[in-house]
Protein backbone atom coordinates (compact mmCIF):
# COMPACT_ATOMS: atom_id res chain seq x y z
CA UNK A 1 0.00 0.00 0.00
CA UNK A 2 1.18 3.57 -0.77
CA UNK A 3 0.98 5.67 2.01
CA UNK A 4 1.54 9.83 1.27
CA UNK A 5 1.11 12.28 4.00
CA UNK A 6 0.43 15.72 3.39
CA UNK A 7 1.56 18.08 6.25
CA UNK A 8 0.44 21.59 6.91
CA UNK A 9 -0.40 24.30 9.68
CA UNK A 10 -4.18 24.09 7.74
CA UNK A 11 -4.83 27.32 9.91
CA UNK A 12 -7.95 27.59 9.05
CA UNK A 13 -8.01 24.59 5.95
CA UNK A 14 -9.13 26.40 2.37
CA UNK A 15 -10.37 25.33 -0.62
CA UNK A 16 -7.15 25.06 -2.32
CA UNK A 17 -6.28 22.54 0.41
CA UNK A 18 -8.52 20.54 -0.01
CA UNK A 19 -8.51 20.57 -3.68
CA UNK A 20 -4.63 19.46 -3.21
CA UNK A 21 -5.77 16.62 -0.73
CA UNK A 22 -8.12 15.24 -3.44
CA UNK A 23 -5.92 14.86 -5.80
CA UNK A 24 -3.36 13.00 -3.87
CA UNK A 25 -5.89 10.78 -3.11
CA UNK A 26 -6.26 9.58 -6.85
CA UNK A 27 -2.04 9.35 -7.16
CA UNK A 28 -2.18 7.02 -3.75
CA UNK A 29 -3.77 4.52 -1.66
CA UNK A 30 -3.92 6.02 1.57
CA UNK A 31 -3.61 9.79 2.27
CA UNK A 32 -2.57 11.00 6.11
CA UNK A 33 -3.45 15.12 6.12
CA UNK A 34 -1.29 15.44 9.35
CA UNK A 35 -1.60 19.42 11.03
CA UNK A 36 1.49 19.94 11.84
CA UNK A 37 3.34 22.62 14.81
CA UNK A 38 4.33 24.92 12.69
CA UNK A 39 6.71 27.18 15.09
CA UNK A 40 7.11 29.71 12.72
CA UNK A 41 3.66 30.88 13.18
CA UNK A 42 3.22 31.29 17.23
CA UNK A 43 -0.26 32.26 17.12
CA UNK A 44 -2.88 29.70 15.36
CA UNK A 45 -6.53 30.63 15.00
CA UNK A 46 -7.20 27.24 15.83
CA UNK A 47 -5.98 24.84 17.96
CA UNK A 48 -4.83 21.11 16.47
CA UNK A 49 -7.63 19.36 17.15
CA UNK A 50 -9.85 21.93 15.88
CA UNK A 51 -7.75 21.68 12.49
CA UNK A 52 -8.40 18.25 12.67
CA UNK A 53 -12.12 18.42 12.81
CA UNK A 54 -12.25 21.27 10.16
CA UNK A 55 -10.09 19.14 7.68
CA UNK A 56 -12.40 15.97 8.81
CA UNK A 57 -15.36 17.60 7.79
CA UNK A 58 -14.17 18.91 4.90
CA UNK A 59 -12.68 15.64 3.13
CA UNK A 60 -15.83 13.42 4.19
CA UNK A 61 -16.40 11.77 0.72
CA UNK A 62 -12.34 10.94 0.09
CA UNK A 63 -12.80 7.67 1.53
CA UNK A 64 -8.82 7.20 1.91
CA UNK A 65 -8.11 9.91 3.34
CA UNK A 66 -7.22 10.08 7.13
CA UNK A 67 -6.34 13.29 9.24
CA UNK A 68 -3.99 13.42 12.29
CA UNK A 69 -1.86 15.65 14.23
CA UNK A 70 1.62 15.99 14.45
CA UNK A 71 4.51 17.93 16.21
CA UNK A 72 7.83 16.20 15.71
CA UNK A 73 9.47 16.03 12.86
CA UNK A 74 7.81 14.87 9.57
CA UNK A 75 10.46 12.73 8.15
CA UNK A 76 10.04 10.44 11.71
CA UNK A 77 6.23 10.88 11.67
CA UNK A 78 6.56 9.69 7.40
CA UNK A 79 8.90 6.76 8.57
CA UNK A 80 6.86 5.19 12.16
CA UNK A 81 3.75 5.06 9.52
CA UNK A 82 5.01 3.64 6.64
CA UNK A 83 4.45 6.66 4.43
CA UNK A 84 6.68 6.27 1.45
CA UNK A 85 5.83 10.34 0.14
CA UNK A 86 5.03 13.73 1.12
CA UNK A 87 3.03 15.66 -0.95
CA UNK A 88 2.86 19.54 -1.07
CA UNK A 89 1.21 21.75 -2.66
CA UNK A 90 2.56 24.48 -5.00
CA UNK A 91 1.08 28.03 -5.27
CA UNK A 92 3.52 29.84 -7.13
CA UNK A 93 7.59 29.89 -7.50
CA UNK A 94 8.23 31.70 -4.37
CA UNK A 95 6.87 28.43 -3.07
CA UNK A 96 9.42 25.77 -4.00
CA UNK A 97 12.63 27.47 -2.56
CA UNK A 98 11.30 26.58 0.64
CA UNK A 99 9.34 23.29 0.12
CA UNK A 100 12.73 22.02 -1.93
CA UNK A 101 14.75 22.51 1.05
CA UNK A 102 12.43 21.02 3.16
CA UNK A 103 12.26 18.03 1.18
CA UNK A 104 16.06 17.72 1.03
CA UNK A 105 16.25 17.88 4.85
CA UNK A 106 13.47 15.66 4.79
CA UNK A 107 15.17 13.20 2.29
CA UNK A 108 18.29 13.27 4.66
CA UNK A 109 16.71 11.77 7.52
CA UNK A 110 14.66 9.27 5.45
CA UNK A 111 16.42 8.20 2.57
CA UNK A 112 13.02 6.41 1.84
CA UNK A 113 11.00 9.30 1.99
CA UNK A 114 9.78 10.94 -1.85
CA UNK A 115 8.44 14.60 -2.14
CA UNK A 116 6.06 14.70 -4.67
CA UNK A 117 4.67 18.36 -5.69
CA UNK A 118 1.59 18.92 -6.78
CA UNK A 119 0.65 22.63 -8.62
CA UNK A 120 -2.09 23.99 -7.36
CA UNK A 121 -4.96 25.19 -9.47
CA UNK A 122 -4.68 28.07 -11.35
CA UNK A 123 -8.13 28.97 -9.27
CA UNK A 124 -6.83 28.78 -6.17
CA UNK A 125 -3.07 29.92 -6.75
CA UNK A 126 -3.83 33.38 -4.90
CA UNK A 127 -5.11 31.42 -1.81
CA UNK A 128 -3.26 30.68 1.59
CA UNK A 129 -4.91 31.23 4.70
CA UNK A 130 -3.17 33.85 5.69
CA UNK A 131 -5.14 35.54 2.64
CA UNK A 132 -8.53 33.87 4.41
CA UNK A 133 -7.82 35.36 7.81
CA UNK A 134 -6.76 38.87 6.41
CA UNK A 135 -10.05 38.93 4.09
CA UNK A 136 -12.28 37.40 6.70
CA UNK A 137 -10.60 40.02 9.48
CA UNK A 138 -11.83 42.86 7.18
CA UNK A 139 -14.97 41.62 7.33
CA UNK A 140 -14.71 40.62 3.53
CA UNK A 141 -16.62 37.68 2.03
CA UNK A 142 -14.44 34.41 2.47
CA UNK A 143 -16.72 31.93 1.34
CA UNK A 144 -15.60 30.99 -2.05
CA UNK A 145 -12.29 30.40 0.00
CA UNK A 146 -13.24 27.63 2.58
CA UNK A 147 -14.68 24.40 2.57
CA UNK A 148 -18.82 25.33 2.66
CA UNK A 149 -19.19 22.43 5.47
CA UNK A 150 -16.65 24.17 7.78
CA UNK A 151 -17.58 28.10 6.92
CA UNK A 152 -19.80 29.56 9.32
CA UNK A 153 -16.82 28.00 11.92
CA UNK A 154 -13.79 29.88 10.59
CA UNK A 155 -16.01 32.81 9.65
CA UNK A 156 -17.05 32.86 13.46
CA UNK A 157 -13.39 32.30 14.56
CA UNK A 158 -12.07 35.26 12.63
CA UNK A 159 -14.59 37.72 13.74
CA UNK A 160 -14.29 36.51 17.41
CA UNK A 161 -10.19 37.12 17.12
CA UNK A 162 -10.58 40.45 15.46
CA UNK A 163 -13.12 41.92 17.92
CA UNK A 164 -9.89 41.92 20.50
CA UNK A 165 -7.40 42.91 17.94
Excluded at 79 to 88: D, N, T
Excluded at 106 to 133: G, R
Excluded at 150 to 158: A, H, L, W, Y
Amino acid sequence: MKIAVCPGSFDPVTIGHVDVIRRAAKLFDRVVVVVMTNFNKPSSYFTAEERVELLQRSLTEVENVTVETSSGLLAEYCREIGACAVVKGLRAVSDFEYEFQQALTNKKLNPELETVFISASTEHMYLSSSVVKQVGGFGGDITEFVPEPVCEDIVKRIKERNRFA
